[in-house]
């Protein structure tokens, strides 16, 4: 069965080709880079709308097929930005309906998560994942990927983002953060909030500002920033990990390619003799292969889907989701 999967639940919009057998045949994406200021939700949907098509056909040519090749067609219902969700959703329900093939909407974080086994071999892991739009920490348990801590507020990412706009550095944050913090190993003290197991990043953004604007040098709040933010994340990985005793640690997401991070996570994980994992950084970030393999593996282990199943749900939380192919079979 070759699947095809569309992605563009944020800025970036992604398809990509995978077969029943877990060979990805062809990925290709392309992300929004807005001049200024942040991400509009139709300018997203607008993104998508432009370059669905021309993706789609280069997916095929990198994968040497046709469009009637596809034998299905899976993009992500949400989470995610709604005027970026009902477009990715219009087109592959077309896609679906000219191909007269089925159809699957799939939940986008359980995308990245099923992409990271996929590509890292890993089993069964405590999955941390870190992006602009979401921060969970989750694992399989009872049947569904159960939700052991998250944002009350902003999204990591989007910390990193909007911090990076204010003082001036323009879009995306996480990497020039990364950079500036390099520079530095003065820690300034910024409050660290891990309220139970869920973690808020809205205070921690104003106080870096705020250090920054009372004069303090851009490197030091920049490494300070980090060293908190990420230390917030990993206490709750690190708890989340004793608590479910999983021995594997995959780090998923756009914020995965920060090494301070993945630093910190790895030396957690081994002193819980737990084994790392990360993803190669083309399947980290939203792409449309992760929509495709999971796309495979509800159409072949759950209840087959009716274009009015297909609806949009920006809201669309990763335990609200039965994952049958976990009990059975190892895939
Ligand atoms: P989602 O829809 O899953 O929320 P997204 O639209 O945020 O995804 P991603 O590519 O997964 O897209 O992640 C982008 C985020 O990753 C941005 O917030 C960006 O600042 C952050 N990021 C990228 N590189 C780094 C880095 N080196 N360090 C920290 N953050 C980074
Ligand atoms: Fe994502």
Not at 239 to 259: D, I, M, W
Request: aromatic share 6%.
């Amino acid at each position: 069965v070759i699947c095809i999967g569309l992605e563009g639940t944020a800025e970036k919009t992604g398809v990509g080709i995978v077969d029943s057998d877990g060979h990805i045949l062809a990925l290709q994406g392309r992300a929004l880079l807005p001049e200024k200021g942040g991400i509009h939700p139709r300018e997203a949907a607008q993104h998508h709308a432009e370059n669905l098509v021309p993706l789609i056909k280069k997916s095929l040519n990198e994968a040497n097929l046709s469009l009637e090749d596809l034998d299905m067609v899976a993009f992500a219902r949400g989470p995610g930005l709604g005027p970026a969700l009902r477009t990715v959703a219009t087109a592959a329900r077309s896609l679906a309906l000219s191909l007269d093939v089925p159809i699957v909407g799939v939940n986008h974080c359980i995308g990245h998560i099923e992409i990271g086994r996929l590509t890292t071999g890993c089993q069964d892991p405590l999955t941390l994942y870190v992006s602009g739009g979401n921060t969970q920490v989750t694992a399989f348990d009872a049947g569904r990927y159960q939700i052991f801590g998250e944002t009350l507020d902003i999204a990591i990412g989007n910390c990193l983002d909007q911090f990076a706009r204010t003082v001036g550095l323009g879009h995306p944050g996480g990497p020039r953060v990364e950079e500036l913090a390099l520079a530095s190993d003065n820690y300034l003290k910024l409050p660290y909030t891990v309220k139970g197991m869920d973690l808020s990043f809205s205070g921690l953004l104003t106080a870096a500002i705020r250090k920054y604007e009372s004069g303090a040098a851009l490197e030091d709040v920049c490494h300070s920033l980090q060293e908190t933010a990420f230390a917030m994340l990993v206490e709750v990985t690190e708890r989340a990990l004793a608590h479910s005793k999983k021995s594997e640690v995959l780090l998923v997401g756009g914020v995965a390619a920060n090494q301070r991070l993945r630093e910190m996570l790895e030396v957690m994980a081994q002193e819980h003799y737990a084994e790392f994992f990360m993803p190669e950084m083309k399947y980290c970030g939203d792409n449309g292969a992760m929509n495709a393999w999971l796309g495979l593996l509800m159409y072949q282990n759950s209840k087959k889907m009716d274009i009015c199943d297909t609806r949009v749900k920006q809201r669309f939380r990763t335990d609200q989701v039965d994952v049958p192919w976990r009990e059975k079979s190892p895939l």
